[in-house]
Each structure stands twice: as C-alpha cells, then as structure tokens.
C-alpha cells in the first residue's frame, strides 16, 4: 500500500510567521504534489515537482515556496504566514509513466493562521 | 466551460438504491480518469481508474467513459449509508500526464 505521510494533522501558527509542512512517501514516486482544499472551491494545485529539486508553479504558488532535496520528501513553506492561508493543505504523490497514474494521499494538515 | 465539471448536489438516494454521479470534460483534459471518494475532513481515496471507452467494475462500483460525449460516469449500487461522502472526478490535462485536474465533487448522502 502508498503511503503518505505529512508531519500534522492540526497546527495553528500565527501571522507573519515562517511555517513548515512536511510530507514524505514510501514508494518511490517521481511526482509529488501540495494542494490547499477550502469549502466550494475544491482542490487547488499550489506547486509539484517531478524529480529533486525540479519543481513547478500550479494554481496558486504566490506566498507559497517548496523544496525537495530527496525523493521520497517534499516541504512547503509558507514565507510569511497570513490569515488567508487558514486552509487544509493535501500533499499527494504518483508514478511517472506513459500512462497516467493516479495521485495518492496524506491525510492533511489542517493550518490555522491566527 | 470548466475542464470538469460536476453537479456539486447534493445527491440523495435511499440505502440499497442506485447513485449515478457524473463528470463533464472539455478538450483541455485527456481522457483518462480517476474516482476519488472523500469523507468530511479527510482525505481523497482513489476508488476507480478508467483508461478506455466504455465500463470497467470492481465490486459495487461500475465506472463509464464516454469519450465522444466527453462525460465519465460513477455508479454505486446497493448504496450503504457508509458511501455518503463526496466524489471527486479527476482527468490529466491535456499534454501533460503529470498533473490532474478536478472537479469540485458532488455530495452523496444515502438514508437509512
């Protein structure tokens, strides 16, 4: 079974602050996702990388910043934390193939910017 | 148009009946998909991979793709309160296999 693995399910941080989320996978993925999910407005790509250190911009990467020195690890740092960042954040991880494979989960992070 | 679209519902079907969810899809995404479940607060489970035209089954859950229709289907027969959750439909975008792109699910609730 894949696992996923990010390092908290609650946190609560205050603005301003430097905040680090970790998520680490056990089956070799190349590819390795963070999203932020917000009620109605569904899963949003902030950044992905498919290999050390490569990593591109999705949706919404502004704030945002991420770094994968290993393969089976990937962070994001929130540089400065704001109250809009008050979200659960998913990390995911998939396979490189041909085809197209599916992304597997971590079970959130549940960030509170006071 | 969204590249996915789905009925964000809710959708309300008595336990033991047959819930049909659905997804729309323009060009931007290829034609491969993936069914993800989501209970309140967790996370999405992937249920159901579909690579080609027509129906692949696995227990109770039966996947469609229509791909000159552009719509992908999810039915669950024999619904049991424990499938009230949200579904997530999730195609990759067009020329890049890599990343997925997602509908904003629909919520199913099954009543006892």
């Known amino acids: 079974d894949v696992k996923v693995t990010q390092s908290s399910r609650y946190l609560v941080k205050r603005t301003g602050e430097k905040v680090f989320l970790e998520c680490v996978q056990d089956?070799?993925?190349?590819?390795m996702f963070w999203y932020r999910q917000d009620p109605g407005l569904g899963l949003r790509l902030i950044y992905f990388?498919?290999?050390?250190?490569?990593?591109e911009k999705g949706d919404i990467p502004e704030g945002y910043s991420v770094s994968r020195e290993k393969k089976e690890r990937f962070s994001l740092i929130l540089e400065s934390a704001s109250t809009n960042q008050t979200s659960m954040y998913l990390c995911a991880s998939s396979f490189q193939q041909g085809i197209v494979q599916p992304q597997h989960f971590g079970d959130g992070t549940r960030l509170s910017i006071l | 148009q969204k590249e996915v679209e789905q009925n964000s519902g809710p959708l309300s079907v008595p336990e033991g009946a047959i819930a049909s969810l659905n997804c729309t899809y323009s060009?931007?995404?290829?034609?491969?998909f993936f069914w993800y479940r989501q209970y309140s607060g967790k996370s999405p489970e992937l249920i159901m991979s579909i690579y080609s035209n027509g129906d692949k089954e696995d227990g109770r859950f039966t996947a469609q793709l229509n791909k000159a229709s552009q719509y992908v289907s999810l039915l669950i027969r024999d619904t049991q309160p424990s499938d009230s959750a949200t579904y997530l439909c999730a195609g990759p975008k067009a020329g890049n296999n890599r990343k997925l792109i997602w509908g904003l699910g629909t919520s199913l609730a099954v009543n006892p």
């Open positions: 060009d931007r995404v290829s034609q491969s």
């Open positions: 089956m070799d993925h190349e590819n």
């Open positions: 990388s498919y290999d050390v250190k490569m990593k």
